[in-house]
């Protein structure tokens, strides 16, 4: 609308004035018109009468004159007529002659053209014609016409001319709006097909100026630098968050549907006793894409592990998320008892996830296990196309589980973007050598259009693996794989968490959750609390952290009785006997620590192998003094981030294992190396001891670090790069098409 008006207002404007000056001009014209034609009325009617009234003047015959003179008058347009003498005597006449014309002074009227004269009636036009007889003059015959007609019709004109022009400007106005339109919507396509490299590039649109192509690639530089202005720039100093995520959504993939796949759910319906109860899983891959999905909406395809999912769900296996305020679907994927023992129990837990820590635990190959790997991975890659309603869908795949999946999709919807993330380390070549499927797995991943890892580490890694195992070709300089003749990017994405937190996770206060957490546990207001959360996985360096708080108590006796460590152990994947005996052991340390400081008023280590509720999570890492992350190798650690985004009172203290992603970003945390039982007990000692400023200066740096870097950004990092990527293979699959048009043109037809 402001711009259809900021064409008619001036259009308006310009005919106003063109009417305004123009109208006068048109009036004289007319009236000159007017004049020359009673004129010439008059010069008839004088040489019609002409005869008769010579020979009545000569016979002196005056009624008979005036007789002739009134049937003259008849006419309409006529105000008078008269006979002047040659004596100067007053006039015969019939009507009323203007009072200026007389007899005696009719020189001033004489003339070729009439004179016009202004009256009360209005304007009056005033011809003098003599009458001659062999020569000689016998007199004059003055006509009057009346040309008030003539105002009338001016004003008539005017009239009409003034609608006209609006009509007219109307018009003009309209046509001028709905061209400018469509000229503006046609360039603006142009530009963005351009942009995506549809235009110029196409055969049939320049099928002899590939002279124009370097144009094309300036033009699309530009506009990719125009829209890169409305891209948000981390430099600018904002903060990532759900509103920047959809902008670039909208902006970079033209607001396309997300469908994400996991193995774990985000919300898991379980039977208690009569009702069924929702639970979210204690997994860092859900703690980061949840916020991702209420963001994006869209569509989550994950395995139904709970035994009420069947219940729960809609004919079409799905359900709207979250329970309290669907934003999202979650499509839940069922798989036999076999299914789950091979795929997941089997090659994903006791191969793939021993294969890439470094935790000293080995990893087990069985036929088997691959086989229903291979089948659940198709079941999944299945279920993506049934659920994208678009031939290029951008689908998020997660994690081990799913190494196969990208190649299955890329096979049945070639123009997808897909995006794999890692979440877990990528061993070296020499590591990753020992997997009997290792072609196989790099080639389904190499199906991505990004691959994602936590660390630089990892994507080196990889690179270096695929270098070794198969035939690529490896960019070192881009970090882009080349295999099957398509583009894989290998990136570092940091994953990270929701910033700020969920309201209601830090609703309590931190003074209230540090003294209902030892009430509950029966400590002392002072006490100090250590917490550490964390599934019960032999990677995450439990049983460690149990004898570094052994050997701070055995070198620092004044902690006894006076210090505890919280352990938050989350049972997983407990079928596998390596987590069975991971339970046992660490249960049985625990309760050996006790027992050696049995007679102190407080135990130094409560053990809770049980499933916590994020909310009560929370309420751990602000009741804490000292959070302890010591796994042996992990991706990244979200636990470590939580617990400084739970600490709004800028207090407390981190200590990282220096095998985790989280190190590289939280260096303001005291690093250990948890293999190292002597300096992991210092590191508690001096956690403990930390003066308050230094915490707060810590903390304000990891804090301020976790804002920027949280999962938002993670997230708009890689649908970015994502576009950018399927803007590319567009643009080269146009010029594919262009060479191809002009390689099959026969030779003849082509210009010399
Ligand atoms: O860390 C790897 C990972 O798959 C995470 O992505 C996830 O948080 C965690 O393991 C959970 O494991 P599971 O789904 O087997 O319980």
């Known amino acids: 609308m402001r711009l259809s008006l900021r064409f008619i207002v001036p259009l308006l404007l310009v005919l106003a004035a063109f009417a305004y000056a123009v109208l006068p001009l048109v009036d004289d014209l007319t009236l000159r018109w007017f004049v020359r034609d009673l004129d010439i009325r008059s010069t008839l009617i004088a040489n019609t009468v002409q005869e008769s009234a010579r020979e009545l003047i000569q016979a002196d ?29 007053p006039a015969i006449s019939a009507g009323t002659l203007p009072a200026v014309v007389q007899c005696s002074s009719l020189e001033s009227f004489t003339g070729e053209v009439g004179h016009v004269l202004t009256s009360a009636h209005g304007p009056l036009l005033v011809s003098v014609r003599p009458l001659v007889t062999d020569g000689t003059p016998d007199g004059s015959l003055v006509l009057v016409h009346d040309m008030s007609f003539v105002t009338r019709r001016s004003q008539e004109t005017r009239r009409y001319v003034f609608y006209l022009l609006v009509g007219l400007g109307g018009i003009v106005a309209l046509l001028t709006v709905v061209i400018a339109q469509l000229s503006w919507r046609g360039w603006e396509q142009g530009m963005r097909a351009l942009l995506r490299g549809e235009m ?78 929702v639970r979210r ?29 069947r219940a729960v769900v809609d004919r079409k296996d799905r359900i709207g998320v979250p329970p309290e305020a669907p934003g999202y679907q979650l499509r839940r994927i069922w798989l036999t008892a076999e299914e789950e023992s091979g795929y997941y129990y089997g ?47 951008i689908v998020l795949v997660q994690d081990y589980h799913f190494a196969l999946l990208p190649r299955m999709i890329r096979n049945v919807l070639p123009a997808a973007t897909i995006i ?76 990270s968490i929701e910033w700020p937190p969920p309201p209601d996770l830090v609703a309590k206060s931190v003074a209230q959750c540090r003294a209902e957490i ?29 004898r570094a708080v052994e050997r701070l108590l055995d070198r620092r006796p004044e902690w006894v009785g006076r210090f505890t460590l919280v352990q938050v152990a989350a049972p997983t994947r407990g079928t596998i006997d390596d987590y069975r005996h991971y339970h046992e052991r660490v249960t049985a340390i625990a309760a050996r620590i006790n027992e050696r400081f049995s007679r102190a008023a407080a135990p130094p ?6 499933h916590h509720e994020p909310e009560e999570v929370y309420e751990y890492y602000r009741a804490a003094d000292v959070c302890v992350v010591s796994s042996l190798h992990d991706g990244m650690n979200l636990v470590s981030k939580e617990f400084v985004a739970a600490r709004d009172d800028e207090r407390g203290v981190l200590v990282l294992s220096q095998f985790t992603g989280a190190a590289r970003e939280l260096p303001e945390a005291i690093i250990i190396n948890p293999y190292d039982v002597d300096e992991f007990a210092s590191a508690l000692h001096a956690a403990l001891k930390m003066p308050e400023r230094e915490q707060r200066a810590r903390m ?51 210009p010399a």
């Open 700 to 750: 304000r740096l990891m804090r301020s670090l976790v804002r920027e870097f949280n999962v938002f950004r993670w997230a708009g990092r890689m649908l970015i790069d994502a576009a950018g990527m399927r803007n590319r293979d567009r643009l080269l699959d146009r010029v594919k098409t262009s060479n191809a048009a002009d390689a099959s043109e026969p030779a003849s037809a082509r």
């Open 200 to 277: 110029l590039l196409r055969p049939s649109d320049t099928p002899d100026m590939p002279e124009f192509r370097p144009i094309a690639r300036d033009l699309r530089e530009l506009i990719r630098d125009i829209e890169s202005e409305h891209r948000p720039r981390e430099e600018d100093g904002f903060t990532w968050s759900p509103e920047t995520l959809r902008t670039v959504l909208h902006h970079e993939l033209r607001g396309q549907e997300v469908i994400v796949v996991s193995n774990r759910e985000p919300y898991i319906h379980v039977r208690q006793g009569d009702s069924i109860e």
């Open 605 to 610: 280590i409560i053990l809770r192998s049980v």
């Open 518 to 546: 030892r009430a509950r546990h029966h400590l002392d207001r002072d006490h100090a609390v250590a917490v550490g959360v964390d599934r019960l996985d032999y990677t995450k360096g439990i049983e460690e952290r149990f």
């Open 281 to 309: 899983p204690a997994s860092g891959l859900v703690t980061a894409l949840e916020p991702i999905m209420r963001t994006c909406s869209g569509t989550w395809i994950a395995h139904g592990s709970g035994n009420a999912d």
């Open 420 to 495: 794999t993330f890692w979440h877990i380390p990528w061993p070296n070549p020499e590591a990753f050598a020992i997997c009997p499927w290792r072609e196989e797995l790099l080639d389904g991943l190499l199906g991505s259009s990004t691959l994602g890892f936590h660390t630089q580490f990892h994507c080196n890694n990889f690179v270096d693996t695929v270098d070794r195992q198969l035939e690529a070709r490896v960019d070192r300089e881009t970090f882009t794989v080349s295999y099957r003749r398509a583009l894989s990017a290998v990136k570092r994405y940091p994953i």
């Open 61 to 89: 015959d005056r009624a008979a004159l005036l007789r002739v003179l009134k049937r003259i008058t008849e006419d309409e347009r006529m105000y008078a007529a008269a006979y002047c003498g040659l004596s100067g005597a």
């Open 347 to 393: 090659f994903a837990n006791e191969g793939l996830w021993p294969l890439c820590h470094i935790a000293h635990v080995r990893p087990t190959f069985r036929t088997s296990d691959w086989e229903q790997y291979v089948r659940v991975n198709r079941k999944f890659a299945q279920a993506v196309v049934d659920e994208s309603t678009a031939r290029d869908p």
